[in-house]
């Protein structure tokens, strides 16, 4: 016979509402997924935006539900001190505070950069590129994101802003060959900035004016 005590609700079909911490959250593993290769950078792109607009538990679980594991040993290894190496480190996130790269570090292929009303500053002009084209993905959310490379590197910005800015402060010419290392910008400004400038080493903001 049936019981007649009510059932208790699926939580997983609630209409949860879901917060900043909740979004932050959904996209770090996003950046682990783009860590791993299981996205592309258009993908990871869409997903994030995705992610940042959601106002659901069910909208923001769709932005993952579909990707594969990931590999924990792997994210083990690379947040282990003992087991860090410079350069494996694919994504930078300021919530609400600020992260600063900058001296010599190793730059991987593909980097992401997340400000969300926070501030990132990524200075590559000491720094080693391992790839000859470096693909960065910025996305600032109500913060900022700046990106210095020295002369000699071509420097390509593409992006969509938002009631934000999206701009290219080159500053100095390239100065550099056909062959020459790329760092190519792309990704989005919402209300906020990302700002790619080309800048000698040592020469500081101050020194502009």
């Known amino acids: 016979m049936a019981s007649d005590a009510p059932r208790s609700p699926d939580s ?4 949860t509402v879901v917060g900043e911490r909740e979004r932050e959250q959904v996209v770090r593993r996003l950046g682990d997924h783009f860590a ?14 995705a992610a940042l607009r959601a106002t659901q538990w069910y ?3 769709a932005t993952t539900n579909d990707l594969p594991a ?3 040993d792997a994210l083990r290894v690379a947040a282990t ?4 190496i410079p350069g494996l480190r694919r994504m930078v996130v300021a919530f609400m505070g600020g992260v600063v790269r900058r001296g010599q570090w190793l730059v991987p292929p593909r980097l992401g950069a997340i400000a969300v009303m926070g501030g990132v500053v990524l200075d590559l002009r000491d720094a080693t590129l391992s790839a000859h084209v470096t693909e960065v993905f910025a996305v600032a959310v109500m913060g900022g994101i700046e990106i210095k ?6 420097l390509e910005s593409d992006g969509i802003a938002i009631m934000g800015g999206f701009e290219d402060q080159a500053g100095f010419p390239a100065l550099g060959h056909a062959d020459a290392p790329v760092v190519r910008v792309r990704g989005i400004a919402l209300m906020g900035g990302v700002i790619t400038r080309m800048q000698p080493r040592g020469w500081h903001d101050e020194d502009d004016d």
């Open 81 to 84: 001190p003992t087991g860090f």
């Open 59 to 61: 909208e923001l679980t």
């Open 12 to 15: 997983r079909y609630a209409p």
């Open 36 to 49: 791993q290769d299981h996205l592309s950078l258009d993908e990871y792109e869409f997903r994030v935006q």
């Open 70 to 72: 990931l590999d924990v």
């Open 149 to 154: 490379v020295p002369p000699g590197v071509r």
